[in-house]
């Protein structure tokens, strides 16, 4: 899949399921409150953690992000987990992320920043963000908008953040489930489990069927929660 097809799908899921995440009654001391501000903020983390089992691939366009730092990063990050889509994409991966990124964003706030520094820049690069062939300009960019991003999100409560993270990265092996190669879904128990309905990566099907699914409820949702944080507000008014 794609890092577009991978960021729009983490926003949709995140979108999607914030319902659910908002709701005490199905989680109780679990459930979160989502101002409009944290529902937009978590789409953004969502959709970046969409790339983040890809950093099992050295030479995938997430590893250039920050140059030569993400690129060792990744290629040790593969080398530990068995190679590209082995341990990162699984549900253990996912869950395991979670909740080091939850513990992060509530007991220490500036590893929070940092890691949510480096999942924008992954979110930015799997979307395009980057000049042809020219690198070091590329990083730049990446640094410049993910630190405009750490910095518009650094007063907000991430105390949703653990969610956002495994929501992403389950969005994430649910699309490459459907290529051919599949995922170990339940790793360390080996199988793959594959779906493979998109037959090639950035492929017709890609391109001109999932995608702009996944756009249109994308933006669909959006509206959803926009229109009914106005209501909310219209009625506490009224
Ligand atoms: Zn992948």
């Known amino acids: ?3 577009k097809t991978h960021a729009l799908s983490g926003a ?6 914030a319902p659910l995440l908002t709701n005490e009654d199905l989680l109780g001391k679990y459930a979160v409150d989502l101002s409009a501000k944290q529902l937009l903020a978590g789409a953004v983390v969502c ?3 969409g790339l983040l089992p890809d950093i099992d691939h050295h030479n995938g366009r997430i590893a250039n992000t920050y140059g030569p730092i993400t690129k060792v990063f990744c290629k040790w990050v593969g080398k530990i987990s068995g190679g590209h889509r082995h341990a990162t994409h699984s549900i253990l991966f996912a869950a395991l992320m979670g909740v080091a990124m939850h513990l992060l964003a509530v007991h220490f706030v500036y590893g929070w920043w940092a890691a949510l520094f480096v999942i924008v820049g992954f979110g930015l690069r799997g979307i395009g963000l980057d000049f042809e062939g020219k690198e070091p300009q590329s990083a730049i960019a990446d640094c410049v908008l993910a630190g405009v991003a750490v910095y518009l999100m650094h007063g907000l409560d991430m105390s949703f953040a653990g969610y956002a993270v495994t929501l992403g990265c389950l969005a994430h092996v649910a699309g490459d489930c459907l290529t051919p190669k599949g995922c170990p879904v339940l790793w360390p128990i080996p199988w793959r489990i594959d779906v493979p309905l998109v037959p090639k990566t950035d492929g017709k099907v890609e391109r001109w069927v999932v995608a702009p699914v996944l756009l249109l409820g994308v933006a ?19």
Request: net charge positive.
């Open 1 to 3: 899949m794609m890092g």
């Open 12 to 17: 949709l899921a995140w979108l999607a399921a």
């Open 47 to 49: 959709a970046g953690a």
């Open 220 to 238: 669909i949702l959006a509206m959803r929660s926009v229109l009914g944080d106005l209501g909310a507000r219209w009625l506490t008014r009224g």
